[in-house]
DNA sequence: ACTTTATTTCTATATTTGTCGAATTAATTG
DNA sequence: CAATTAATTCGACAAATATAGAAATAAAGT
């Protein structure tokens, strides 16, 4: 079950605007950032960014957290962790039996 | 641009099936898998795993070769890397403004 | 209390996605 | 060339997603 939960993590991750959002979430770090100013920085109406907001809490990335009117964005970084962790452990972990690596060019008889 | 395109990586991913293709691909190295093989692995109609195949060639994720009569998956691992490594440089890099590290709790003024 | 600021929820709609049976294409074998 | 095996494409449909205006909620200031 846990690549179920990996995979709907991902799927938020996978849109152009969330992904956005993530990444205005990483540089915030833990202080996070607040709405308003998520929504000035990419330009899109609030109901539209409340909504990705919302999909983004609902797989744990982020939370929330209001001081006075403002509510502001935190990275659940320990989520993101588990979440990269995952990716190298159960695909992608040098002690696997594939390895990860810039490869120019598969062998000649497969790709 | 490359946001969205690591976003479109990312969404195909972000599917439970499609993510289990993917780890089948990572353990099958640069020898691939076949369509088949993938297939009795997974226990899914070929229809649908075509679809889903085809989506993960369509953002370069993997490609196919031929063998007589059997098609073979490989991963894009250079593809794959890139994407991980847009990852850690865009969102979570150790240099970056706020580096991801486990954190238990933020902390009291905001999340 | 009223107004302003911050953000969400509601509602509607267009688009995309996922699923899979049936038909089709590709390659091998008898 | 008919039959078999491997996999795709087609077509249809249900479900999920994305977008955003309008209305509602929340908190603070006047």
Redo the contacts with the bound molecule.
């Keep these: 079950m846990e690549l179920e939960f990996a995979a709907?993590q991902l799927?938020?991750l996978?849109?152009?605007?969330?992904l956005a959002i993530f990444r205005l979430l990483v540089r915030a770090g833990r202080s996070g950032i607040?709405?308003?100013?998520?929504?000035s920085q990419l330009d899109?109406?609030?109901?539209?960014?409340?909504?990705?907001?919302?999909?983004m809490i609902k797989v744990g990335l982020m939370q929330?957290q209001?001081?006075?009117?403002?509510?502001?964005?935190c990275l659940n970084f320990q989520v993101v962790e588990s979440l990269m962790a995952f990716l190298v452990a159960e695909c992608c972990a040098a002690d696997n039996p594939a390895v990860i690596r810039a490869q120019p060019e598969c062998k000649s008889g497969s790709c």
Tied chains: 1, 2.
Excluded: K
């Excluded at 996978?14 to 969330?18: F, L």
């Excluded at 607040?34 to 929504?39: A, L, M």
């Excluded at 899109?44 to 999909?55: A, D, E, K, Q, V």
């Excluded at 209001?66 to 964005?73: A, S």
């Design positions: 709907a799927a938020e996978g849109h152009s605007t969330r607040s709405v308003g100013d998520i929504q899109i109406p609030g109901s539209t960014l409340s909504h990705h907001l919302s999909r929330q209001r001081d006075g009117r403002t509510l502001f964005c």
